[in-house]
């Protein structure tokens, strides 16, 4: 019998299980014609939102290296502030001084307090070239996360709208993938799945036509032939190492 049961399993013959293959290449194969129609969108895509996630990282540094100068600026403004008033203070009690030691002590708090200002102003030019420069580089960061973000947008939409118009297409193919799958053990697919990935167009259950693998059109022997016809095991093209399966059509004449 072509089917046994057991408990409440079914336990499928090779047979059926290479054909439920087969029809699993053709669901896959059908799903692959689908996906190549949206080209090299999806890697387009996905090569933009990295690029932009590494320009928002870069934005964000920037912007942060300019709010630490901001906030050195302002320090340093303030230095040069509080120095100005003791400059003043110390000059008033350079009027009232009671000797020459206590004018030369007040003297020295003075220049101390003038070269903190000339450093504090060294500072703030540094500062205000370093903002500068860090501005422009925010404006430059800007602009290509702009340009960007534009492009990411149509190649989304584009995207978008091939998945909306064959997404009921998918969902069929991918329901008929599921019924074939009942058939296939995980022994199989596991091996179908590989298989797959390793040939060049995604085929890895191929028919024998006119005596020759369906994938790498080398000859097979009539033997192995008579073996895949049987069906009684899975039997590998030892050329490319495609599942090969008989046709179909030839089956029924």
């Given at each position: 019998?072509?089917?046994q049961k057991k408990t409440a399993e079914v336990d499928y013959s090779m047979q059926e299980k290479i054909m439920a293959l087969y029809e699993m290449q053709k669901i896959d194969s ?224």
């Amino acid at each position: 019998m072509a089917t046994q049961k057991k408990t409440a399993e079914v336990d499928y013959s090779m047979q059926e299980k290479i054909m439920a293959l087969y029809e699993m290449q053709k669901i896959d194969s059908k799903i692959d014609a689908i996906n190549k129609v949206k080209g090299e969108l999806p890697l387009e895509v996905q090569d933009l939102e990295d690029e932009m996630a590494g320009l928002q990282t870069r934005i964000d540094n920037i912007n942060a290296e300019i709010e630490e100068l901001n906030t050195l600026t302002k320090q340093r403004k303030r230095e040069v502030d509080q120095a100005k008033i003791m400059i003043g203070n110390y000059k008033e009690q350079q009027n009232n001084v009671r000797n020459n030691r206590e004018y030369d002590a007040i003297t020295k708090e003075i220049e101390y307090q003038e070269l903190e200002i000339e450093l504090a102003e060294k500072r703030l030019r540094e500062y205000a070239g370093a903002m500068k420069g860090k501005k422009l580089q925010l404006e430059d960061a800007e602009a290509i996360a702009a340009e960007r973000g534009a492009d990411l947008k149509l190649k989304r939409e584009e995207l978008e709208g091939i998945e909306a118009e064959t997404a009921p297409q998918v969902a069929e193919f991918e329901a008929q993938a599921e019924e074939a799958k009942k058939k296939i053990d995980e022994r199989l697919m596991v091996a179908y799945n590989r298989i797959r990935k390793n040939v060049r167009n995604g085929m890895a259950v191929v028919t024998v036509k006119r005596d020759a693998c369906g994938g790498c059109f080398n000859h097979i022997p009539p033997q192995r032939q008579a073996d895949i016809r049987q069906g009684k095991k899975i039997i590998i093209c030892e050329y490319c190492g495609r599942i090969l399966v008989a046709d179909p059509e030839e089956m029924t004449e």
